[in-house]
């Protein structure tokens, strides 16, 4: 029988610094009903992503700041539960942005078919989703990485810089990876890093003198401050800077006081290119056609950590922000199979 009841998680005030769980609200709701062209979706598994944190703001950006007392939008993948629209048959998988919610109503707006013979529904959110294909597409199209050379992943352990560590090794690339634990940095070396180390235990740009003594010819950053100055001091001659992120200022509430040494931009000839992966979405089909067989042939390996239940999406977020997760931050809010 068809729930009566579902429940939502939203924003109902905006953070200063970490978010506290105090930030959220999980509402229960009724379950809409599908009308004329619409169909309803039973989610599985919520996407917990590093740019909902910016979007708490109310500050503008390259997405709007979510509204105060409504749902939070984001990622995540589902099964039609039931449909008045022939496109999407009941039981499909569905890939959508309607965001923290059990129960989500679609007029077909911005769904996309998900299928569970290629991979785990769940990779549409990570390996084989906006994360896989933002470390593809920023390793490759702006670090354009050649055989042989260097490359730096931090946040290597996370969604999005564990794929470009492994894309860059499968290019023939020499890659280092930072990360925030010894466990993280393990699984590092079993993915196939070359060298991996920890950020918290001495300064990053100690690490990269021993681990890089001739220099990094490209950066993958995920992190921001202190490792991209680290990277900067580290970087070759014409060596590029791919700016991903900066997660270590998303919750920053003072200006960050770097990089000390911008100038050597310059004089190392270094390029330094910043990316919004949804300006890119025409090289998605180039991407699945790269990445499936990577992931399917085990080439590209991935780790999820999947918290159950929607009132956990709070300490899930928290989480993330705190380096809890190894790979995909997901929650899991319904069936999976
Ligand atoms: P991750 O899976 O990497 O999760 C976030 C991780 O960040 C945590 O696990 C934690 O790992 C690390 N972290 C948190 N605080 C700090 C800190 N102060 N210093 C260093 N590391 C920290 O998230 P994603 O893979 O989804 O995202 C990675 C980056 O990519 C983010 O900056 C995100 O904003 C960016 N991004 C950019 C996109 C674009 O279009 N440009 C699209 C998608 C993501 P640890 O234990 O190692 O500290």
Redesign the pocket.
């Known amino acids: 029988m068809m729930a009566v009841v579902g429940r939502e998680v939203r924003l109902v005030a905006r953070p200063h610094g970490l978010p506290g769980e105090d930030v959220f609200e999980v509402a229960e709701v009724p379950v809409p009903s599908p009308g004329e062209g619409e169909v309803l979706i039973r989610n599985a598994f919520l996407s917990?992503?590093?740019?909902m944190?910016?979007r708490m703001n109310d500050r503008r950006s390259y997405v709007p700041p979510f509204a105060l007392g409504e749902p939070m939008t984001g990622g995540a993948v589902g099964r039609v539960a039931e449909s008045h629209d022939p496109r999407w048959p009941e039981g499909s998988w569905v890939l959508h942005q309607l965001g923290w919610r059990e129960w989500a109503l679609s007029d077909g707006r911005g769904l996309l078919p998900v299928d569970p013979s290629v991979a785990p529904v769940s990779t549409a959110l990570g390996v084989l989703g906006?994360?896989g294909f933002?470390?593809w597409y920023?390793l490759t199209e702006l670090g354009r990485p050649e055989e042989g050379e260097t490359v730096f992943v931090?946040?290597?352990?996370?969604?999005?810089?564990?794929v470009a560590g492994q894309v860059a090794r499968l290019l023939g690339c020499r890659v280092i990876g930072?990360?925030?634990?010894p466990d993280?940095v393990d699984w590092l070396r079993e993915l196939g890093f070359d060298e991996a180390f920890?950020?918290?235990e001495r300064p990053v740009h100690e690490s990269l003198r021993e681990l890089a003594p001739d220099g990094i010819d490209v950066y993958f950053?995920?992190?921001?401050?202190d490792?991209l100055e680290a990277a900067i001091g580290a970087m070759r001659r014409n060596g590029r800077i791919v700016?991903?992120?900066?997660?270590?200022?998303?919750?920053a509430t003072a200006p960050p006081s770097g990089p000390h040494n911008l100038f050597m931009v310059v004089t190392k000839r270094l390029t330094m290119r910043?990316?919004?992966?949804?300006?890119h979405v025409d090289r998605i089909g180039d991407f699945v056609t790269a990445m499936g067989p990577w992931v399917a042939e085990g080439k590209v390996r991935y780790r999820e950590t999947i918290v159950d239940g929607i009132e956990s999406a709070p300490q899930a977020f928290i989480?993330?922000?705190?380096?809890?997760?190894?790979?995909?931050?997901l929650v899991r809010v319904g069936p999976s199979d």
Do not use: F
């Open positions: 917990v992503d590093p740019y944190r910016g906006m994360p933002t470390a920023g931090s946040g290597a352990a996370g969604a999005v810089g564990s930072s990360a925030g634990s993280k920890s950020y918290r950053d995920n992190v921001g401050g490792q700016a991903c992120g900066a997660i270590s200022q998303y919750n910043g990316y919004i992966i949804s300006d989480g993330l922000l705190t380096g809890e997760n190894t790979g995909k931050m």
